[in-house]
Each structure stands twice: as structure tokens, then as C-alpha cells.
């Protein structure tokens, strides 16, 4: 994997995070 890749996959799961803690509340 390319840094790119890495910085693309941390976003998302990031943003994924954030919807779940959303769900959560």
C-alpha cells in the first residue's frame, strides 16, 4: 500500500467512525 492509501483508508474509517458514534446517540 501507498501512503495515499493508507491517508485514503484512515479518512475513511474516520468518517465511519464518526457515523457510528452518530448512531450510537
Do not use: C, Q, S
Not at 5 to 23: H, S
Request: cysteine-free; aromatic content about 8%; proline content about 0%.
Amino acid at each position: 500500500m501507498t501512503v495515499e492509501n493508507l491517508t485514503k483508508t484512515n479518512d475513511l474509517l474516520k468518517y465511519a467512525g464518526f457515523i457510528l458514534d452518530e448512531e450510537v446517540e
